[in-house]
């Protein structure tokens, strides 16, 4: 070990109490709905998030009940099928995983983490809740507005977005959507600053940009990226929203609509709305990874008692999956056309990603080994990450390149992989977070009984639901069709199989809402938690109380004398060693 | 998309120069101690409210980087008819230009703690800046004379959105720019007025280079520079 103290600092004068202001609540209003307190926020965040996306879970079984039981679920229309599909997309990828992972956990985690009091800015990061708020409100609206939702797929294609066949696109439901979309940008700008800034600037003393927990170095890659991404979205919401309302062109072809009713546009290019949205739709997906890629890494950790394995190697790896994943985006409009030599581009550019994710993949799996592997419930659903993840991931090696891509594009082959790799892994990820901070959060277990029946339910039942997806689409069943018919090469087995994966899912389904039901039973009823019942190093377990009091950390601010990760050190007394443990080290661990 | 893609490689750099400046090197797993000079972290001293400025200009930045790109890969296609921008918006870039010395000025006011000349540089900025917008809607209305609607065709279409994203973004900031006016003319020097002339300078020099910018492709400036771009591309 080598001893980094400065030379002449024999004390350590105590951390001021506030070098940035403190917001004091002062009525129960400014204290649990109006508050400027990242937690209280980031339960705001999380409690909303996971709301939206129960409304997004029924409308998948929904949908899996017109896709197994066409005959008897005749009612359902392929009108509402599409609506179905848009807004379950668009709530899970947005509304759910980004604002979860970033509003959620980045603000919950990063000032616990870092050793900060609050976020350096409370007031924008109270606003950013509240427009997300306004956008879900938006969004669900849209729902009651005439004509329903949007039913243009969540990636909002032109020039049938805004067409009269499309359930909503000459309605409101398009314009709500764009307006949502838009809402939500706004209001997550304000929370992305805040992050960014915190990590910045709020790091306690000691805590080095190399000493920080992963899962830090994860939320902040991810707002970078979502910080340069998003505007792409908010520029295309932007311009067909003018398309739409005043009839411009950016978007919008000469084109003749249901065969008799020529529009008035005229010399727009639909695929200049695919560059802006892939251009933000592919970052998005590791918005949404490296959040998770980060939360996993503590989990392993923690619960193998373990330092992780490669720490430099894995900042490095999730800065450079950062940086990649702009200029890979065409990869998701192989079949609009394009030149050659930009295929075989973007083909290499995605393949090259592969690379910091596979030494991710390694280090987790050399952490892991010959750990002292405690299977508790967060660490179950971090091994079924790594698992899920991989699965997921050797798919994507296919769809990567043109020539596989082609003719599996639009099957349900595609279905089966993103949601293998951005549905499952990451909702994996934010279960066994929730597992991991609920004690933190609430001063509480979660009741350990209904978690294993919760784990090995949605763990089993994902694969019963996607493994056989990745068949249908093999042998060239369409993605986004309602139902099949009597069509020639579609055999039977197919409709056995679509009738078997909707049953999964509803079962999956009822295990999500054992889940949400000891979210709520255990707050009253769940085992006392104390204050670091993991046994972890991180800051937000070395808080003055559980739940962690208003500036987190009493009166003074903890100072950092090693990483994350001093889990089983030879020679120390305990199997973890605090980051805020003052101890001296010699060369076999405290002394 | 090549014009977002040449910001993004300005952020690569910035963010990969300050990284290597974050010792990426060092092995945590076998360091010890407080490891930075007491009292200070090893963050930068910059005031966040400075560093949160910066980023969101950087967001600003990519959102009219892609506007700019759109703009640019629509200008490829045949069927491209350029609109001439009215005359009118050179008066307004000098007045935009105007509210940004201003407001230079009054950050060196102060500086110097000249409580008068920062009232009337602040309020100078202000007042251009309202000038500015007041001979962009007068521009519109030239424009529009001109037959160029909106829906006209797509360089009219963008005509009106990257005025428009930028005049939003001046209104935002006269928003801020007015506070401190008020606070100025209320009350004494003080630290958070010196750091709010700050931040309302920096934002208005990065609105003033993306207005050039801006102007640059609205006129056609910048044509040449696009068809090199392009030329080294393919």
Same mark, same amino acid.
């Given at each position: 070990?080598?001893?980094?103290? $400065? ?19 002062? =009525? ?7 508050? %400027? ?22 409308? =998948? ?49 990063? $000032?616990?983490?870092? #050793? ?25 609206? =849209? ?36 307006? =949502? ?19 910045? %600037? ?28 998003? @505007? ?37 290019? @639909?695929?200049?709305? %695919? ?233 999956? #389904? ?22 670091? @019942? ?49 101890? @001296?080290?010699? %060369?076999?661990?405290?002394? | ?234």
């Amino acid at each position: 070990m080598v001893d980094v103290t $400065p030379h002449g600092a024999d004390f350590i004068p105590a951390a001021e109490v506030a070098e940035v202001e403190l917001y004091h609540p002062h =009525s129960w209003w400014t204290r649990y709905v109006f508050s %400027q307190d990242a937690k209280v926020i980031a339960i705001q965040y999380a409690g909303t998030a996971l709301s939206i996306g129960l409304v997004a879970l029924v409308l =998948s079984w929904l949908m899996r009940l017109k896709l197994g039981f066409p005959d008897t679920f005749a009612s359902i229309s392929p009108d509402m099928y599409y609506q179905f599909m848009t807004m379950h997309g668009m709530i899970m990828v947005i509304y759910l995983l980004t604002a979860l992972f970033l509003g959620g956990f980045g603000n919950y985690l990063i $000032p616990l983490m870092v #050793g900060a009091r609050d976020m350096v800015f409370p007031y924008v990061n109270m606003l950013s809740y509240w427009i997300y708020l306004l956008a879900v409100l938006v969004l669900v609206g =849209s729902f009651f507005a005439p004509g329903g939702p949007t039913g243009a797929g969540w990636t909002l294609y032109p020039p049938q977005a805004i067409t009269s066949g499309t359930p909503g696109g000459q309605d409101w439901g398009i314009i709500l959507m764009l307006v =949502s979309l838009i809402l939500f940008i706004i209001g997550f700008t304000m929370g992305g600053l805040n992050y960014v800034v915190t990590v910045l %600037q709020g790091r306690t003393r000691g805590m080095t940009l190399m000493r920080l927990p992963l899962t830090v170095w994860g939320i902040f890659t991810a707002t970078v990226m979502a910080l340069l991404a998003f @505007p792409a979205l908010f520029v295309a919401c932007v311009m067909m929203l003018f398309d739409r309302a005043i009839g411009s062109s950016f978007f919008m072809p000469a084109i003749v609509e249901m065969g008799a009713n020529p529009l008035p546009h005229d010399g727009g290019s @639909p695929i200049m709305f %695919q560059h802006l949205f892939w251009f933000f739709g592919h970052p998005e997906v590791y918005i949404v990874a490296l959040p998770a890629f980060g939360i996993v890494s503590d989990l392993i950790s923690t619960h193998a008692r373990k330092n992780i394995f490669g720490y430099r190697m894995m900042v490095w790896a999730i800065v450079s999956i950062g940086a990649l994943s702009f200029v890979v985006w065409a990869h998701h409009m192989y079949v609009s056309g394009m030149h050659p030599y930009f295929g075989f581009f973007f083909a290499t550019t995605t393949l090259i990603i592969a690379i910091p994710t596979a030494i991710k993949v390694y280090n987790w799996v050399l952490t892991l080994w010959r750990g002292d592997i405690h299977l508790t419930i967060p660490m179950l659903f971090a091994l079924s990450f790594i698992v899920t993840f991989v699965n997921g991931g050797l798919t994507g090696l296919f769809l990567g390149n043109v020539v596989v891509d082609v003719p599996l594009s639009d099957t349900m082959f595609v279905v089966a992989h993103f949601h293998m790799v951005m549905g499952v892994a990451p909702i994996m990820v934010v279960f066994g977070a929730i597992y991991h901070w609920y004690p933190k959060i609430t001063g509480r277990m979660l009741n350990e009984a209904m978690g294993r029946f919760h784990f090995w339910v949605t763990f089993i039942g994902t694969y019963l639901i996607f493994f056989p997806m990745h068949y249908v689409g093999l042998v060239g069943v369409p993605r986004r069709y309602p139902e099949l018919g009597d069509t020639a090469f579609v055999p039977p087995s197919v409709h056995t199989l679509n009738a078997f994966i909707t049953v999964a899912a509803l079962v999956v #389904g009822f295990a999500q809402m054992v889940f949400l039901f000891n979210l709520l039973w255990s707050i009253r009823h769940g085992r006392p938690a104390g204050d670091n @019942p993991w046994r972890a190093t991180t800051l937000e377990w070395q808080t003055a109380g559980t739940p962690p009091p208003h500036g987190n950390f009493g009166k003074e601010l903890p100072v950092v004398y090693r990483w994350a990760y001093d889990y089983s050190v030879p020679g120390a007394p305990e199997d973890f060693i605090a980051q805020n443990d003052p101890r @001296p080290l010699t %060369q076999g661990g405290p002394a | 998309m090549i014009v977002i893609l040449i910001l993004l490689v300005a952020v690569t750099g910035v963010v990969g120069w300050w990284l290597s400046r974050q010792r990426l090197m060092s092995k945590p797993w076998l360091e010890a101690g407080p490891v930075t000079a007491f009292p200070q972290t090893e963050a930068s001293l910059m005031h966040p409210a400075k560093i949160g400025l910066g980023v969101f200009l950087a967001v600003v930045g990519a959102l009219f980087a892609l506007m700019i790109s759109a703009y640019v890969m629509r200008m490829d296609y045949a069927d491209w008819q350029a609109a001439p921008a009215p005359k009118l918006l050179w008066l307004n870039t000098a007045m935009l230009v105007l509210a940004s010395l201003a407001l230079q000025g009054a950050v060196s006011a102060a500086h110097k703690a000249r409580l008068d000349n920062l009232r009337l540089a602040l309020l100078a900025g202000a007042l251009a800046s309202v000038a500015f917008l007041a001979g962009q809607l007068l521009a519109w209305r030239d424009f529009a004379a001109e037959g160029y609607f909106a829906t006209e065709n797509p360089a009219a279409s963008f005509f009106y959105l990257l005025t428009a994203m930028h005049g939003l973004h001046i209104i935002g900031g006269l928003v801020a720019l007015g506070r401190v006016n008020v606070r100025a003319w209320q009350g004494a020097r003080s630290g958070s007025l010196v750091l709010s002339t700050e931040l309302c300078a920096i934002y208005w020099h990065i609105l003033l280079a993306v207005w050039l910018v801006l102007f640059c492709v609205l006129m056609g400036w910048a044509d040449n520079v696009i068809d090199i771009c392009r030329g080294l591309l393919t």
